[in-house]
């Protein structure tokens, strides 16, 4: 199977163009991921001015980003739908505009944020940043602040979830812009830089891609393609866990194909990919003795505290969890079927649903389609994994 588009690298991608229109840069996207998320990207960066249209692409959908109006009105509301990642991306663009902008959302977002409200002009400065909780907010200043009279200087401290930022500062050097990158501790950024439109293929996911791979090791053997193993995204560590639990990994260019085989529990550390938890928690029920799962105290900002959430969701399915601050300690058994909650989760409902292809009967997960926020084609995707 073709890996779905990394919707981090498009709604990045979709700012940068929007800002690259603002001086008559024309940007094609290939590849651009159909997630509720990125869609929500596209409908904002329209608000701004910029004129998006379908292009011809190989794989996926492919856009054409390029200038329209930008006399903006007085006022405009950006609806960054449910991603946080939009919100803090778009306030922090939303800032170098000349429009009064009320960011606003729907869903999950409303009870992570207190929404709507009113975006502050952005000037240049010196900026404190902790990263502790998000890198979002970082990757919103790091595009925002080219664009703004003066230079500026951004000081972080406790950084999470560095792949993020590496992903954003290569947009950034795509579309033309330089900043001077100091241990991810400071960042010196030059004003009035100018965004010059460019050609950008997106590429696949692992965040998504991780509920596959662990789905072959499960219960049969998958092969996906379009996986860029130099990836960025710091979740293509997947892939060293898999070969940790003992799971038949071959790995190429651009394909990872995982076959099935007895399970050992491993330990690991999501503080560096968070998104990594529910799909290794699906594989820890698998394996056979107890995993530990380590950095999961920022996993209660999410869409739910997916902590708690897959805690409670699982025991119904008859797991054995401990779960304290820090860790989760995670026995390997045999599942049974029963009625589950999404929480409106799109990254539950996908550990949900591989960890319970060895269950005893069928898992019934209420609110299943919210994994279009990132992967509308999960469960069709997952019905290629071939069992044994």
């Not at 207190?114 to 907010?137: I, N, W």
């Not at 501790?185 to 010059?196: A, D, H, L, R």
Request: charged share 25%.
């Amino acid at each position: 199977m073709f890996a779905n588009p990394s919707k981090s690298y498009t709604q990045r991608v979709l700012a940068a163009a929007c800002i690259a229109a603002r001086s008559d840069g024309v940007s094609v996207i290939n590849g651009s991921s159909r997630s509720d998320d990125a869609k929500a990207a596209v409908e904002i960066i329209k608000k701004l001015g910029a004129v998006v249209e379908d292009a011809p692409g190989d794989h996926g959908k492919s856009l054409r980003i390029s200038a329209g109006n930008f006399t903006l009105p007085g006022k405009i509301e950006l609806n960054c739908g449910e991603s946080a990642l939009n919100l803090r991306l778009f306030k922090a663009m939303a800032g170098t505009i000349n429009s009064d902008v009320t960011m606003s959302g729907r869903g999950t977002l409303l009870k992570r944020v207190a929404l709507p409200y009113k975006v502050e002009r952005l000037k240049a400065g010196v900026f404190e940043v902790d990263g502790s909780k998000t890198s979002q907010d970082l990757s919103g200043l790091l595009m925002a602040l080219p664009c703004v009279e003066g230079d500026s200087e951004i000081v972080v401290r406790n950084l999470k979830s560095r792949p993020y930022v590496e992903m954003t500062l290569k947009v950034l050097k795509d579309f033309g812009i330089e900043i001077r990158n100091e241990d991810f501790k400071k960042f010196k950024i030059k004003g009035s830089q100018k965004y010059k439109g460019t050609e950008f293929t997106v590429e696949g996911d692992w965040s998504g891609a991780a509920f596959i791979l662990v789905a072959g090791a499960i219960c049969g053997n998958v092969r996906v393609d379009n996986l860029n193993i130099n990836s960025l995204q710091g979740d293509k560590v997947i892939v060293d866990v898999l070969k940790q639990c003992g799971a038949g990994v071959m790995v190429g260019k651009s394909t990872v194909e995982i076959t099935k085989d007895s399970l050992r529990p491993f330990n690991f550390d999501v503080s560096e990919c968070p998104d990594l938890l529910p799909p290794l928690v699906a594989l820890a029920l698998n394996c056979d003795g107890s995993s530990i799962i380590t950095g999961i105290e920022r996993l209660k900002y999410k869409e739910s505290d997916r902590v708690q959430t897959l805690f409670n969701e699982f025991s119904k399915m008859g797991a054995v969890m401990k779960t304290f601050d820090d860790r989760m300690i995670i026995q390997g058994g045999r599942l049974k079927g029963c009625d589950v909650e999404s929480h409106n989760d799109h990254r539950v409902v996908m550990a949900l649903a591989v960890a319970g292809l060895n269950s005893l009967g069928r898992a019934n997960i209420k609110g299943a389609e919210c994994v279009s926020k990132s992967y509308p084609d999960f469960f069709s995707d997952l019905k290629e994994v071939k069992r044994q």
